[in-house]
C-alpha cells in the first residue's frame, strides 16, 4: 500500500499535537500552535505536511513557504528566528524491521518531496532537523546536501552528587563552592524573557553579530506552547539580574536555547556554571531525562559546554538548490 501525503486537514489538525507527543522526533516548535507562531514572525506560509498508510499515520512535515521578489523558498524551521531542531516527525516506526521502516520512511520523504516540487517548485531549500533524524539518505537521493551538525546532552537521570561527579574539576568546585546565599536562580515570567533577550541582543550586537530574533515571537511561542515550555532561568545577586538562560522543555528533554552568554555586570558569581546546573538540578527533580545544550560546532564554546561529561549528538542541516541560489540564500546563514 503507498503513502498518502497530503496538506493535514481540520481533523488532522486536532490530532497534530498527539502525533507531535508520540514521534521520536517531536519537539516542542514541532505543535501546531507554535508553528503558527513561526509563520506568523517570519512572514511565510505554513504548510503542515502529513502521510498516511491507509488510516495510520507514518510522518509529519511541516514546511513554510517564503516568496520573496517572485522567488519561492522553502524552510523547515524558518529563517532568522533561532529554532534549534525542526524537520519531519516519523510515526509508527519504531517496531517494523529495518526493511520495512527503511521502505515507510522512504515513500513518505518522497510524497513530500513530491508535493514540495508540485506545489511550491521552490528555488531553494533548507531543513535542520531534530537529533533523533538518524538517515538524511531520503534528502540526498532527492537532490539536498547533507552536512552533518553536532550538539551536546548531559544525562540528567543519576542523583545529584553523581551527577556532579561527571563534571570537571572547576565546574565541581563552582557549583558546590558558591555560597547559596550569594545568589538566587528562578525561573521566571514574560519580563525575565525580556531581559535574558536584550542580554543576548547586546551581547551579540557588541561582536558585530546580528541578532534579529524578535521579543515578541518568544512571547508569542511561550504562550502558545501546549505541551512544552519555554522556561526563563535568571541568576540575581542582591536582587539585581546578572544573567538568564531560555530553556526550551518538551517530553523528557529540556535545552539550552537562547542565553547564557558573558555578563557585564561585575560579581564574583560562576554565573553560567550555576544556571546550567540550575536547569539540570530542577529537569532531574522533575522527572528529565536529558538536558541539551545545543550546539557543539564552536571550537571556542565547547571547552566549556564539555566539562558537563555530554555525549555528542548528531543532526542534519539539508539544503537544496543551485549554487546561486544557495548564495542568495545568506538569510539562512544567520542560524547555522
Known sequence: MSIDVRIATEDDLEKWNRHVSRSPQGTLCHELEAL??????????????????????????????????????????????????????????????????????????????????EELAPKYGHVRTSTAFEDSRPFKWNQYDATPEYTYAVDITPETDELLMTFSSDARSNIRNTDEDDYEVTVGGDEDIRLIHEQVKNRYESQDISFGVPVEFILDLNDAAEDGAVRPYTLRVDDEFVGGILALEYGDRTGRWMGGVRTDTDVDVPTNDLLDWAIMDDGHERGLETYDLVGADTRRINRYKAKFNPELETYYSLEYGKWGMRQLASMYDSVK
Open 36 to 117: 503558527r507562531v513561526q509563520a506568523a514572525h517570519s512572514d511565510a506560509t505554513l504548510h503542515p505536511l502529513i502521510g498516511f498508510k491507509g488510516q495510520e499515520p507514518v510522518g509529519l512535515f511541516p514546511v513554510f513557504e517564503i516568496s520573496k521578489k517572485f522567488v519561492t523558498t522553502a524552510f523547515s524551521p524558518p529563517p532568522h528566528l533561532r529554532v534549534p531542531y525542526l524537520g519531519p516527525a516519523f510515526l509508527n516506526m519504531a517496531k517494523l524491521k529495518q526493511r520495512k521502516r527503511e521502505r515507510r520512511r522512504q515513500r513518505f520523504m518522497d510524497g513530500c518531496f513530491e508535493w514540495i516540487q
